[in-house]
């Protein structure tokens, strides 16, 4: 059983087309939940933590929100350089070490 | 300043040879992970290290895979008698360490060894 689960697998938006991409996740303990982008050929880069429900942050046309069971990555008016795949991370997921867990990542493109 | 260096950036070997990736973190960073990577696919944990200790290797696939960090900086994993099926891109990321909010959990990820076993 997935413990992160991310949707949609791909997304295809036209440049200035808000949506959002969402992480599901079931852990007994998260100490926290993470968002990273990667672009091909390149290891992640660190986005947002998470840590608490109802916490949001942002950065430039990203926002990050978390319920108890979910997080959400908002993109608001996206151009193309934020095509990129966009990967949700949980760690602590069993509540015994600090152990992170990915899901498999939403691979993002947006149209100019 | 300098962020994680990883060596080999490519590896290629012979199934059967054994073979040791080198991770070098961020000067000064408390936790360092290794991950393997499919292509299209998120990055898969194997272990992680505080300082020297190794806190968790519950991801390493069996014994063949071992990993360490003797002075709590440099760290590396090592595949012994090595298998087609373990052609991957390794990666390895390091992170400050310490209490939220202080950047506890922020990874800074190496740009990875490709490794193919022939």
């Known amino acids: 059983e997935d413990q992160v689960t991310q949707s949609p697998e791909a997304l295809r938006l036209q440049e200035g087309e808000s949506s959002s991409l969402n992480c599901s996740y079931t852990?007994?303990?998260?100490?926290?939940l993470f968002w990273y982008r990667q672009d091909p050929g390149k290891g992640p880069e660190f986005l947002f933590t998470?840590?608490?429900a109802g916490e949001e942050k942002e950065k430039e046309r990203l926002k990050a929100t978390l319920t108890k069971k979910e997080s959400f990555l908002h993109i608001t008016a996206p151009k193309p350089e934020d095509s990129a795949t966009y990967l949700c991370a949980v760690q602590g997921p069993d509540g015994l070490s600090d152990k992170i867990i990915f899901g498999k990542g939403t691979r993002l493109h947006i149209l100019p | 300043g300098a962020g994680v260096s990883q060596s080999p950036r490519y590896k290629v070997t012979k199934r059967g040879q054994d073979v040791a990736l080198r991770c070098d973190p961020i000067?000064?960073?408390?936790?360092l992970y290794w991950y393997r990577q499919a292509l299209g696919q998120g990055p898969e944990f194997l272990t992680y290290f505080n300082y020297e200790a190794q806190q968790d290797k519950s991801g390493l696939p069996n014994d063949r895979f071992s990993a360490e960090r003797p002075e709590g900086s440099i760290s590396t994993l090592t595949i012994q008698r090595t298998e087609q099926r373990d052609s991957a891109m390794y990666r390895c990321?390091?992170?400050?360490?310490?209490?939220?909010?202080?950047?506890?959990?922020?990874?800074?990820f190496g740009p990875g060894t490709r490794l193919t076993v022939t």
């Open positions: 998470l840590y608490s």
């Open positions: 990321a390091s992170s400050p360490g310490g209490p939220p909010p202080a950047g506890f959990n922020e990874q800074y």
């Open positions: 852990v007994s303990g998260l100490r926290g």
């Open positions: 000067s000064g960073h408390v936790s």
